[in-house]
């Protein structure tokens, strides 16, 4: 059957079409919604599906799922693989049991990510296979196919989708989901289960051993295709294959074209691309990664080769490629015109990047926070959609998931006096937050911690968390307490408090600041993305005649607050929040009753 | 060779329903046969921002559409409109909702917002415009939040897809209770653009 899937639905499609019994994550984006679609079926099918409560828990699930003998799969954004790096890279090491496969998507351009790391090089770096998908069809088949290399390897395999894999839609050919396969328990072995050191040299060697094996298999694999014709030549990878192909298919050129799905790459079909050609382009995104093994192979059976790509500077290292970028690439070889899009007078245009939402807290807890720790005070953040506040002058640090703590920490010990109170989300809290919590009780450090509690991972669609009470499945869980978990880990100052509330988050966060040690604040308000998908409606607010026009509330950045004709007024978009009606310094904000 | 038979790009600020739009259209290209491709905004840029997606029916190449090669730019807003209008191909065609939406930007007075026909004047000189006031007909409709089948429907007049399998592939998407305002909403903005 024929279906218009979303990649991260075709690949969770070929999850279940593989017969997959367990399945983990941490959502991050653009990762997020494999995850999402297998929740459904975990009743259905009698699958473990969960969000874990990080990327590093996620890979440790999916291994002992694995060596109970069951296939498993974790899901990741590409540096929540910096995260899972520890067990990534000894499980190559000890090996599988029921096939495992590795889902880490990169974001080329990084539209919604802190930095553009390409997952090929981890998967170098274990010495483990790597596909790369072209588009969701390919995607739903490579993940049915990595769970059978996995067993047949005994090794972990990567999947490597990126954003324009898994957030493209297409036309997708779906097959029959297997019921799961139950593993046959845990099986005793310790010398390939216990990373001693006695027990990892061997395993070294034999990880180093299974790479002919290994390049054996990718060779005959059905993702890498090779069409000999011309002396000029591509070889591309991912959808980079697919705006080459399409640019010799529009300039009908009579080029030799080599399509590669895997790394690492089909030894024998790039030697023959080399031998055949006198000039062969390199279209990969991110890092050099085939372009190396091109030069390699190059310098050893074809020496003069004119290799175009990444070094020779005809292709950028950096970025997302685009289909107009590689057409007038393969043009430039071929002889052919480039083309240019139209230049248009976009400069008059006002900017509209990404903000908060109209009736967000996050907006309304930092305004507390400033007003009560001052624009000079030093405010570390961290990684959700609150790092787009960074134009209010609350958001002096983003570097990852969970550093806002550890590097205010590292501020106040590193000699900075001014006050200092740094922020995170309830999700990020749990990720990686309570380790830089503990660590700051227990080394003293005298700053503010605000967790910004939405009771959701709202960036990446709204995900549970165990502060949520609500598992993956939608199926009811213990619930912790953010309050009773700060003082546990040892901070002395622990207060709740709801930013609507302005003065009294106000007070809250004065009291913190004026506190001898560690200080907590819980900024507790659910999501407003959330609240109304859950049904809830406040009236919403108005701007009455008597505004002065003094642009407080204005400035206090709601989308729902416009400035016409020298007044205030509230649009459409009001969520009825109340916070502009605290901030109006004459009372000229009013409910609509 | 021409490497797909009409390539859509739909822009627009987060929150707009673009991707219900490119959700159709797959759907229905689905039905009809044709192979269909299309890229999405998700996560951190969808929060308010400017949104862009790239549908291509009949296409088995990638989802992206090359900037000059959109046959068709449908912007749900109007300074979304230039944002993303070298994307147009010569002759292509702009379909345009004239209701614009402030980005914060300008209600906190950092920009300005631009007058319409200075932004859609640039695109005039190369590719056909049609504007519509979609918001208001989909108020008419019955329901603000329709504004995108509205576009849809003056879409419809544009695309190598029978309109039956549009209206089928709608109705697989949206609630039963919403389907006659939605019904309405299409109607009136095929006839808009007429």
């Known amino acids: ?75 990741m954004k590409h540096v929540g693989l910096n995260v899972a790096a520890d067990p990534f890279m000894t499980l190559a090491y000890l090996g599988v049991g029921g096939g495992l496969v590795i889902i880490s998507a990169d974001d080329p351009y990084c539209h919604s990510s802190q930095n553009e790391q390409d997952s090929r090089r981890y998967a170098q770096f274990a010495d483990i296979p790597c596909l790369d998908p072209a588009d969701p069809q390919e995607a739903k088949d490579m993940a049915i196919y990595a769970f059978g290399l996995s067993e047949k390897l005994n ?340 207060e709740t408090v709801s930013p609507y509330d302005l003065d009294a988050a106000v007070q809250t966060f004065r009291r913190a600041r004026e506190h001898p040690g560690l200080s907590v604040v819980i900024a507790e308000q659910a999501c407003v993305i959330g609240a109304r998908r859950s049904g809830e409606r406040r009236r919403p607010f108005r701007v009455r005649d008597s505004c002065t026009g003094c642009k407080k509330c204005v400035e206090f950045g709601c989308p729902a607050i416009e400035f016409v004709d020298e007044k205030a007024s509230i649009n459409a978009l009001c969520t009825g929040c109340g916070v502009c009606a605290q901030i109006c310094p004459i009372g000229s904000v009013e409910v609509v009753e | 060779m021409k490497t797909s038979q009409s390539d859509i790009v739909i822009v627009g600020v987060g929150g707009q329903g673009v991707i219900l739009i490119s959700d159709v259209l797959g759907r229905a290209a689905v039905k009809a046969g044709l192979p269909v491709r299309g890229a999405e905004t998700h996560g951190m840029a969808q929060r308010g921002g400017s949104v862009i997606n790239h549908t291509r029916i009949g296409c088995g190449f990638s989802p992206m559409v090359a900037e000059g090669g959109a046959d068709v730019l449908l912007a749900l807003e109007p300074a979304e409109a230039l944002r993303f209008g070298q994307y147009l191909a010569p002759g292509g065609v702009a379909i345009v909702n004239t209701e614009r939406v402030l980005p914060v930007t300008v209600t906190t007075g950092v920009s300005e917002y631009p007058d319409l026909e200075s932004m859609l004047a640039p695109l005039r000189e190369t590719a056909k415009v049609r504007t519509l006031a979609a918001s208001e007909l989909a108020r008419q409709a019955g329901t603000a939040q329709a504004m995108n089948v509205v576009m849809l429907g003056a879409l419809s007049r544009y695309i190598p897809i029978p309109e039956d399998l549009l209206l089928e592939a709608l109705k697989d998407v949206v609630p039963p209770r919403y389907m006659e305002a939605n019904m309405k909403a299409f109607q009136l903005g095929k006839a808009e653009v007429q």
């Open chain 1, 1 to 75: 059957m024929r279906e218009y899937l979303l990649g991260n639905v075709a690949i969770a499609r070929g999850i279940l079409e593989a017969g997959c019994g367990l399945a983990s994550g941490y959502p991050g984006t653009p990762s997020s919604e494999i995850v999402e679609s297998l929740a459904p079926w975990a009743g259905e099918q009698g699958m473990h599906v969960e969000w874990s409560v990080n990327e590093k828990v996620a890979m440790e699930v999916a291994i002992g799922g694995s060596w109970a003998g069951t296939r498993s799969v974790v899901t």
């Open chain 1, 155 to 494: 090794l972990p395999v990567m999947l490597r989708p990126t954003t324009r894999v898994s957030h493209a839609r297409s036309d997708v050919e779906t097959g029959t989901i297997q019921k799961p396969s139950q593993g046959a328990g845990f099986d005793k072995n310790p010398r390939r289960r216990v990373a001693l050191p006695v027990h990892v040299r061997p395993l070294h060697r034999e990880l180093l051993s299974k790479q002919e094996a290994l390049a054996g298999e990718l060779e005959s694999a059905p993702w890498n295709s090779l069409t000999l014709r011309g002396d000029h030549g591509i070889i591309a990878s991912g959808i980079s294959g697919l705006y080459a192909g399409e640019a010799i298919a529009r300039m009908d050129l009579n080029l030799s074209f080599l399509r590669v799905g895997t790394f690492p790459p089909p030894f024998e079909l790039v030697k023959k691309m080399v031998e055949h050609c006198n000039v062969l382009m390199v279209v990969e995104e991110l890092e050099p990664v085939l372009e190396e093994q091109v030069e390699r192979i190059a310098l050893r059976y074809n020496p003069g080769l004119k290799i175009l790509g990444k070094s020779s500077g005809a292709l950028p290292r950096d970025g997302e490629f685009d289909l107009l970028q590689v057409d007038n690439a393969v043009a430039t070889m071929a002889g052919e015109q480039t083309r240019s899009a139209p230049i248009l007078p976009r400069e008059i245009l006002p900017p509209r990047p990404p903000s908060l939402c109209p009736g967000c807290s996050h907006r309304a807890t930092y305004y507390a926070m400033r007003k009560a720790f001052g624009r000079d005070a030093v405010y570390p953040s961290d990684i959700g959609c609150y790092t787009m506040a960074v134009g209010m002058g609350t958001v002096d640090t983003c570097l990852c998931m969970g550093a806002s703590i550890t590097v205010a920490s590292g501020i106040r010990f590193g000699g900075e006096e001014r006050p200092i109170c740094c922020s995170l989300g309830d999700s990020t809290f749990l990720h990686s937050g309570l380790t830089g919590l503990l660590n700051a009780a227990y080394n003293k450090a005298r700053i503010t911690v605000a967790v910004l509690d939405n009771s959701t991972t709202a960036m990446t669609g709204h995900q549970p968390h165990p502060g949520t009470g609500v598992m993956a499945t939608g199926e009811a869980t213990s619930r912790v307490s953010l309050e009773e978990i700060s003082r546990a880990l040892g901070a002395g100052l622990v």
